[in-house]
């Protein structure tokens, strides 16, 4: 956990495994950490939603969702969109490197308040891996929630992450899972072509006793609040995170703010109810 007397330390995690979930300019590359003094893990806690400040020694951090639920024991991932002087320093590590890592940071999505409920994600590109926990941590607890869905889509099939988790997805009864693309030429794909907000109202996911988790670039997460509106959803079955540009992490140095919350502390996860009297939270 955070070391109170000084927030800044962060612990030292040995890359344990990498991948490329996407290709490209921007790709996404995930890290499989561990930490490097394994008594770490004793007072270790996160919960789905929650973040760290990621980095390599030398060059800086930067905030990423911790990719992994907690109910995946023993180490932790990161999946990370090179965009850039600190991810592309990142994704210029392999395994039997070292990072830095400083959290668990922020709340978390509210899953205890959820249990009984029906749960409904959906991502849009990179906004899929803090939904990860969520769909990752719903499943390994299915007996304490009701039906799970998972709505997502990306730009072109290349550019979906979790590919092979998806693929799983697909193919068993207990998750719903509807995939999209905004732009297809590939015969084979028999998912959604079009947007996410579009995909969601091809579903059109009930909203009783359902909680609809969304997250995404903000325009997609936008679309989707107003379209979950007109399917019946009400702001507190709502949430999302915003992930404003950090410095401290901490509520410091006020680099994160959206009207008076710091997304840092306050968030990075919100219900709909709690921003949507906030216009520049989406902006
Ligand atoms: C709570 C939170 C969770 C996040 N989780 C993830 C995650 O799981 N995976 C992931 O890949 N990224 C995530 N991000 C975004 C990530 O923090 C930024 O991409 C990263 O800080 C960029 O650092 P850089 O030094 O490489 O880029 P910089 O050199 O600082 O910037 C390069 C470009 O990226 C843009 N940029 C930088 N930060 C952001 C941001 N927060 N939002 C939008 N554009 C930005 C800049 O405007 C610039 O155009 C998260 C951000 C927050 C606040
Ligand atoms: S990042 Fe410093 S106050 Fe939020």
Redesign the pocket.
């Known amino acids: 956990m955070i070391d109170e007397s000084n927030p800044y330390l962060p612990y030292i995690a040995r890359i344990e495994e990498t991948w490329y979930e996407t290709p490209g300019e921007r790709c996404?590359k995930t890290f499989k950490v561990n930490f490097a003094d394994e008594s770490v893990w004793d007072t270790w806690t996160h919960l789905p939603g929650q973040?760290a400040m990621v980095g390599r020694l030398g060059v800086?951090e930067?905030?990423?969702?911790?990719?992994s639920s907690p109910t995946e024991k023993g180490y932790l991932r990161?999946?990370?969109?090179?965009?850039?002087?600190?991810?592309?320093?990142?994704h210029e590590l392999e395994a039997g490197d070292y990072i830095t890592v400083r959290g668990p940071?922020?709340n978390w999505f509210p899953l205890d308040e959820w249990e009984g409920k029906n749960i409904v994600t959906i991502g849009g590109g990179?906004g899929q891996?803090?939904l990860r926990p969520v769909i990752n941590y719903i499943r390994a607890n299915k007996e304490k929630y009701g039906k799970l869905q998972v709505i997502y889509g990306a730009r072109t099939k290349d550019d979906l992450c979790f590919q092979s988790e998806l693929a799983c997805f697909l193919e068993e009864e207990e998750t719903a899972c509807h995939l999209s693309v905004d732009v297809c030429e590939d015969k084979e794909w028999d998912h959604f072509v079009g947007f996410v907000p579009d995909l969601l109202m091809e579903v059109s996911p009930s909203p009783e006793n359902t909680i609809a988790v969304t997250c995404g670039p903000p325009i997609m997460i936008k679309f989707v609040i107003q379209n979950l509106e007109k399917l019946g959803f009400e702001p507190g079955q709502i949430y999302t995170?915003?992930?404003?540009?950090?410095k401290c992490?901490i509520g410091k140095c006020g680099r994160?703010n959206v009207g008076h919350l710091y997304?840092?502390k306050d968030?990075?996860v919100f219900s709909y109810e709690t921003l949507k009297d906030i216009p520049e939270a989406f902006a």
């Open positions: 996404i973040c800086g930067s905030m990423f969702c911790i990719s990161f999946s990370i969109m090179k965009m850039g002087r600190v991810t592309s320093a990142l940071l922020g990179i891996a803090p995170t915003l992930e404003n540009r950090m992490g994160c997304v840092c968030g990075p």
